[in-house]
């Protein structure tokens, strides 16, 4: 870590970001109390009907067209026929979004079974066999510091990610790296280009993230990885004021981490000198599609002299990542690190739910003992605040995290959710990555993802390493 005399001093202030979006609803909030629990982890009271299929867009709902004409808020009454929420139409089918084609600027939809939720007996707990590591640390031509570093962090042999990509960074080729979060990609990408930029004190490495919890994650771990080297380096994320950013871009940074949209900004207003660039990293590249920051990525990367070493690290390979692949890469090197199917080893289940008692329902089990440390997933941010409020009122200790938030409520509700002050952190999905909380007992997804992906990366928070977690998904009746 950097000692305080060696890093720019950089203001704490934040600035909340206005939000960009109404939140009216078909019906008050308070309406939403409890659900009849059909069928639960803990218990049943009639079989789940797992031969319907519910119908999701291929990526987040289109701002301000739903058929309803109250923004993107989504309701759950299954009794409307042509509104904004779910319709019963023929058979036992549900579609998001009322009338087909009934709205400006919708997207094709993709369909998953009701059955995905359900895994009442997942595949017993068996660890994965250790990985062997063909190199040690100091067989990659390290700087005896950066060894040293590792050392003192307790590392003693590369991660699969680590040992089979570093060498190839080293050498200065572009990388394409296949691995989900919690394989060691972040150190994987950040030894080989702190040791070329000690090396090379002129060099400049721009990091993207999706979220700017992410971004400050790897700052973080740069911090760890280069004590007293008198590297420098500044976070550009949005949410946060963008004054000590600029303040800190006045000096020579070696790294530049950020998220796309915030980067362009400082881009676009001379802060940022895209020519003094030499490395650019996206880490978690297919979630920064996801969230539509295909045009920013493309405009960054198209600034950035094409002499650049680029590295790209995602846990999938979209046909829209291969063409970025394709478009800025030259004949990179690909390395896939496959982990084990992360639905497969949760346990999983459905609560449905009549309108009128969806919230009571959500109260009574997080009342049992073993509901320990809970995120609850809802669809958008001002559902996700009113939900947390109303929890706190029926005697729940929850917290809420969403993107209205500015960076320091953010921290402040995640370190009283790691820290056991608060029993259940509800969140929109910009938790779903980039987070990492131990000891998550349950999940449960209040409002339905919008993909089975995304579902996925949700469930993903519970049942980590050797731990077994239990995934909850409300469905209506």
């Known amino acids: 870590m950097h000692s305080s005399d060696s890093r720019p001093t950089r203001s704490t ?26 069928r639960s982890a803990h218990g049943t009271t009639s079989a789940p009907r797992t031969s319907s299929r519910f119908i999701y867009p291929d990526s987040a709902p ?42 400006r600027g919708r997207r094709p939809q993709q369909t998953f079974d009701v059955s995905k939720f359900i895994n009442l007996n997942p595949a017993p707990l068996t ?38 990509v570093m060498h190839h960074i080293m050498e200065g080729k572009d990388v394409v790296g296949l691995a989900q979060t919690g394989t060691g990609k972040t150190a994987a990408f950040l030894l080989p280009t702190i040791h070329k930029t000690l090396r090379q ?29 008198h590297l420098y380096s500044t976070v550009c994320v949005g949410g946060m004021n963008i004054r000590p950013q600029i303040m800190g871009l006045r000096r020579k940074n070696h790294f530049i981490i950020g998220t796309p949209g915030r980067v ?3 881009l676009d207003r001379g802060h940022i000198k895209p020519g003094a660039i030499t ?76 309108h009128h008692n969806k919230f ?10 073993e509901f320990s440390r809970v995120i609850v997933f809802g669809a958008m941010k001002h559902s996700v605040e009113k939900l947390s409020q109303e929890l706190v009122a029926a005697g729940i200790k929850a917290d809420a995290i969403h993107g209205n938030k500015s960076h320091g409520q953010r921290q402040r509700a995640l370190s009283s959710f790691k820290t056991g002050r608060v029993q259940v952190l509800v969140a929109t999905d910009v938790a779903a990555r980039g987070i990492h909380v131990d000891d998550v007992s ?14 996925v990366h949700r469930i993903g928070r519970t049942g980590r390493g050797s731990k077994r977690g239990q995934a909850l998904t409300f469905v209506p009746a």
């Open 201 to 229: 004190p002129g060099r400049q490495t721009l990091i993207l993230t999706p979220t700017r919890e992410l971004a400050i994650q790897v700052e973080q771990e740069l911090r760890r990885l280069t004590p007293k080297m």
């Open 279 to 354: 490395t650019v990293i996206l880490d978690e590249a297919d979630r920064m599609l996801d969230m539509g920051f295909i045009h920013d990525i493309k405009k960054i990367l198209k600034d950035v002299p094409t002499e650049r070493e680029t590295l790209f690290f995602s846990a999938t390979m979209s046909k829209t990542i291969e063409g970025l692949i394709h478009e800025f890469l030259r004949e990179p090197v690909t390395v896939s690190i496959k982990k084990n199917d992360i639905t497969g080893s949760i346990t999983q289940d459905v609560i449905r739910y009549e």
């Open 264 to 266: 362009q900004d400082l």
């Open 442 to 455: 349950h999940v449960i997804n209040y409002d339905l993802p919008n993909t089975y992906e995304d579902y």
């Open 62 to 103: 289109t701002r301000g067209h739903s058929a309803s004409g109250s923004g993107e808020r989504r309701s759950y009454s299954s009794h409307r026929s042509s509104g904004g929420g779910y319709s019963r139409g023929g058979g036992s089918s549900f579609s998001r979004g009322g009338r087909q084609g009934g709205g």
């Open 127 to 164: 660890p994965d066999s250790p990985y062997e590591a063909k190199h040690t640390f100091k067989d990659f031509g390290f700087d005896a510091r950066i060894v040293a570093a590792v050392t003192d962090m307790g590392i003693e042999t590369p991660s699969a990610i680590q040992d089979q």
């Open 13 to 38: 202030a934040f600035s909340k970001r206005p939000s960009r979006r109404s939140f009216s609803s078909s019906r008050p909030h308070s309406e939403r109390s409890g659900a009849t629990h059909t």
């Open 360 to 369: 009571d329902t959500l109260v009574t089990n997080l009342k049992k003992s």
